[in-house]
Every structure is written in structure tokens, then in C-alpha cells.
């Protein structure tokens, strides 16, 4: 995880993005309390742009929320977390993939939104999916649909942040597993992500 408004954060990116098989620069700006808007953030992801298939991974919303409950130390802001303001970054580095975890964790219309404006913002479905919560009568089959319709399967992408177990995957796959083999003919669904 970087913080891209640290002194030493382009020279970071750059060495580790040098090293073998690192290709994806995580950020978090609710933890870190930044907006992506900042002109230090651009020198980052200009660095990341310079690389040939590196992506950055933007922690948003309520992902900040469920870590502060667990790190009374950090003293997170969730208004640094909205997808939206990944529109005009995602804009200015066309070339860049950026990934959106937990489906914009809270924040779904808004991913969606910008996933669907940008061609280059994917989303990730790993997670407890405990945000929905959020969004009364939102359930994860309609989440999975929803998100099919707007970015289509190619821009689905599934455990690039999981840290929970391969049990919790499988059941998100079944209980999505309807939407997802029927847009895709009943293709074998882990292959889809």
C-alpha cells in the first residue's frame, strides 16, 4: 500500500514496479486521507502510467470503515473514498487499469457510474459483500447483475483483494453463479473473473 503523498512515494512506485512480477500499486486515500485530485497523486500515477501493464488498486468507501472498526490507531476519512473521484484520473491515464474493490464497498452506484464513463476502471466482487447493508433490498445476485449489465464480464474481476477464504469465494460465486453463467452461455464462472 502507498502513500502517494509521501516525500519519497514516485521513487517508491518506480522501484517497486522494477521488481519482478509487481505490476499493481495499491491505494487508500480514506486511510491515508488524500484526495485523488491531489497534484502529488498525478506524479504517481504518472510513474505507474510509464510502466507497461502496471494498475492501481483505489480502496473506496466503506472498506475504510470496516478496517477502522478493527485499527482504533487509524484514523480513517471515508469522504477521501468515493469511486467518483476517480472519473477524471481514470480520464487522464486512459492507458492505465484502475481497480475498484468490494464493488465500490458502499459506494456501488457511484463504481458503477464511474466503471461505466471509463473504460479502463474495472471492479473487483471480493469481499464479505457486509455493505449492502446499505442499499435496502440490494442483494448480491442483483449487485452481480447490475454490474454485468453496465461493464459487461471482461471488467469483473474476482480476489484481487481477498484476504478471506477460498469458502467465502465459492459461496459468492453460487449465490451469483445464476446471473454469471447465463450472460456468459454457462461458461465455468471462475474463469469469468
Known amino acids: 500500500m502507498l502513500n502517494p503523498i509521501a ?8 522501484a517497486t514496479l522494477a521488481r519482478p512480477g ?26 505507474i502510467a510509464a510502466v507497461p501493464g502496471a494498475a492501481v488498486f483505489v480502496h473506496a468507501a466503506c472498506s475504510a470503515w470496516e478496517f477502522a472498526r478493527d485499527w ?15 472519473h477524471a484520473v481514470a480520464l487522464a491515464f486512459p492507458k492505465v487499469p484502475f481497480i475498484i474493490p468490494h464493488f465500490g464497498a458502499g459506494m456501488f452506484r457511484e463504481a458503477l457510474m464511474v466503471a461505466d464513463l471509463c473504460p479502463n ?16 433490498g440490494l442483494t448480491l445476485r442483483n449487485v452481480f447483475h447490475h454490474a454485468m449489465e453496465a ?10 483483494d481477498s484476504s478471506f477464504s477460498a469458502r467465502l469465494g465459492s459461496r459468492c460465486l453460487r449465490n451469483a453463479g445464476g ?8 461458461q465455468n464462472i471462475p474463469r469469468e473473473f
Open 7 to 14: 516525500p519519497d512515494s514516485v521513487d517508491r512506485v518506480k
Open 22 to 47: 509487481m505490476r499493481t500499486v495499491c491505494l487508500f486515500p480514506a486511510m491515508q486521507r488524500y484526495s485523488m485530485h491531489d497534484e502529488r497523486v498525478s506524479y504517481v500515477l504518472e510513474a
Open 72 to 86: 482504533d490507531s487509524v484514523d480513517f476519512d471515508i469522504s477521501f473514498g468515493n469511486p467518483l473521484d476517480l
Open 121 to 136: 476502471v474495472y471492479l473487483d466482487t471480493s469481499s464479505s459483500n457486509g455493505w449492502i447493508r446499505y442499499h435496502p
Open 151 to 160: 461493464l459487461g464480464p471482461d471488467r469483473l474481476l474476482f480476489g484481487t
Open 179 to 186: 446471473t454469471c453463467s447465463r450472460r456468459r452461455g454457462g
